[in-house]
């Protein structure tokens, strides 16, 4: 087998997906300052930069501790999971996007209030004060958005959740010791349509001495060296760590009796969206050093 060729998201889709986001987020400010506008009868009214930032910081603040009690929920009760003997992840990505939108409401809402007035102050000599306020507040929050985006505030909730439910089926914290965290899902599936997370299914990936072993949430299967014909490597548009430069692991697979299947692994726990491009360029090197090896030291899983 050839060594698979890295596949980076191409500039034309990255600065288009780039676009897209914008054009949303901004969206959004716009119909919601026009909402705003229409319930009170007219234009909505334009606030000015305060002359002290004491109440900004303050509320800004109130956001902060408000966001911090929201995560602390989400990851005592798994994201309101409290069954893991039978399969959680075909409601768990809904779940997941909503405590995410309202998590990122709240920190970046938090910290464009407490950086406002300082902002304001900066551009006061180079702004009318009819727009001095509005980019105060929304520039710091598109700049919080961006870093919310790049920093997976989840990587815990993740390895949380298949701890959980690997450990209800029967696995030990031994056997767990020696897997790796994954996703997967089916490449011939556009992730631009999927609502919520682009996975499939999570759970764990072993590399044992004779087998390639996943088990997951609702799924599970095994592969021998001869049945990994190939390695591709290929940015996801759809996903957002390909804008961070990540590029997924798709392995496929013929079988013994002939039939063909790809799965495209995604790596799961890490903090940020650089981690998580990193994280799947060792993913690619394990899993094509273990299948050029006759040997592998990696503890067979047995369940």
Not at 205 to 234: C, H, M, N
Request: glycine share 8%.
């Amino acid at each position: 087998m050839k060594e698979a060729k890295v596949k980076k998201l191409s500039p034309i889709k990255w600065v288009a997906g780039f676009l897209v986001f914008i054009a949303v987020m901004v969206g959004s400010i716009w119909l919601g300052s026009s909402l705003a506008g229409h319930r009170q009868g007219g234009a909505a009214p334009v606030a000015s930069a305060p002359e002290s930032g004491i109440a900004f910081w303050f509320f800004g603040a109130a956001l902060i501790v408000l966001a911090a009690i929201v995560y602390a929920v989400v990851l005592v009760t798994d994201c309101f999971t409290f069954d893991f003997q039978r399969p959680f992840f075909k409601n768990f990505g809904v779940k997941l996007w909503t405590a995410n939108l309202i998590m990122m409401l709240l920190l970046a809402g938090g910290i464009a209030l407490i950086a406002a007035p300082a902002v304001a102050r900066m551009l006061s000599g180079f702004l009318p004060q009819t727009v001095l306020f509005p980019i105060s507040f929304f520039g710091p929050f598109i700049a919080a958005q961006f870093l919310l985006i790049w920093f997976t505030i989840w990587a815990p909730l993740e390895i949380q959740v298949i701890r959980r439910r690997l450990k209800a089926m029967g696995l030990s914290d031994q056997q767990l010791a020696g897997g790796m965290y994954v996703g997967i899902s089916d490449p011939g599936k556009t992730s631009l349509r999927k609502f919520g997370l682009i996975e499939e299914d999570l759970g764990m990936l072993w590399l044992a001495p004779d087998q390639l072993v996943y088990y997951g949430d609702a799924s599970s299967f095994s592969a021998t060296r001869q049945e990994l014909i190939q390695i591709e490597r290929k940015a996801d548009a759809g996903n957002t760590s390909a804008y961070f430069g990540a590029v997924h692991v798709i392995a496929h697979f013929q079988h013994a009796d002939g039939t063909r299947r790809r799965i495209r692994f995604h790596t799961e726990g890490n903090w940020t969206m650089t981690a998580k491009a990193r994280s799947l360029n060792r993913l690619a090197e394990r899993i094509e050093a273990w299948r050029l090896s006759e040997q592998w030291s990696s503890r067979t899983v047995e369940k």
